[in-house]
T-cell receptor
Framework: DQQVKQNSPSLSVQEGRISILNCDYT??????FLWYKKYPAEGPTFLIS?????DKNEDGRFTVFLNKSAKHLSLHIVPSQPGDSAVYFC????????????FGPGTRLSVLP | DADVTQTPRNRITKTGKRIMLECSQT?????MYWYRQDPGLGLRLIYY???????NKGEISDGYSVSRQAQAKFSLSLESAIPNQTALYFC?????????????FGPGTRLLVL
């Protein structure tokens, strides 16, 4: 059973609009969450992270929100740009995993010009 | 130059063959990882190493082995390749700051086992 879920395999958004990517997790011991972005033929690259002591972290156009009670996090991209088109992976880690990461299956975002 | 490199980038092999995937890093990180990516499953951890000579099994280590004989190099071997090992393989290094870790990935090796 997947401990980190991204239930939308794909998402299409118009350029300039907001993109919202969602991630749910089942293990309450996770205390650190990250988003990675992956272009074709490249490895994933780190985008933004959030610790469980926070409920929001912002970096430029990217904001991650964490709702611990719902075991849910989301990545907001505002405004979306065509260069944001990629696969986005959510990842979680916690002390019980020796800080190893558990990755979700990914969401493919397409930003339409 | 890339901080994390993987060779080869693409490989086709036959069932039963032994193959090795290489990973090198110039980031000076102690921690290194091998993952595989399959459609719909995200990235799954095969093996990881926190230092030279330190080897730990991940979620899906069966059928794989690794070697970490230098800080900068971490190799993954398939002793006897089988078709369900066809996947995209990623090496990663990590930087641990306090309790928060960020991983940096190589470009990947696409492996096809016939």
């Amino acid at each position: 059973d997947q401990q980190v879920k991204q239930n939308s395999p794909s998402l299409s958004v118009q350029e300039g609009r907001i993109s919202i990517l969602n991630c749910d997790y089942t293990n309450s011991m996770f205390d650190y969450f990250l988003w990675y972005k992956k272009y074709p033929a490249e490895g994933p690259t780190f985008l933004i992270s959030i610790s469980s002591i926070k409920d929001k972290n912002e970096d430029g156009r990217f904001t991650v929100f964490l709702n611990k009670s719902a075991k849910h996090l989301s990545l907001h991209i505002v405004p979306s740009q065509p260069g944001d088109s990629a696969v986005y992976f959510c990842a979680a880690s916690g002390q019980n995993y020796g800080q190893n990461f558990v990755f979700g299956p990914g969401t493919r975002l397409s930003v339409l010009p | 130059d890339a901080d994390v490199t993987q060779t080869p980038r693409n490989r086709i092999t036959k069932t039963g063959k032994r193959i090795m995937l290489e990973c090198s890093q110039t980031k000076g990180h102690d921690r290194m990882y091998w993952y595989r990516q399959d459609p719909g499953l995200g990235l799954r951890l095969i093996y990881y190493s926190f230092d030279v000579k330190d080897i730990n099994k991940g979620e899906i280590s069966d059928g794989y082995s690794v070697s970490r004989q230098a800080q900068a190099k971490f190799s993954l071997s398939l002793e006897s390749a089988i078709p369900n090992q066809t996947a995209l393989y990623f090496c990663a290094t990590s930087d641990l700051k306090g309790l928060q870790e960020t991983q940096y990935f190589g470009p990947g090796t696409r492996l096809l086992v016939l």
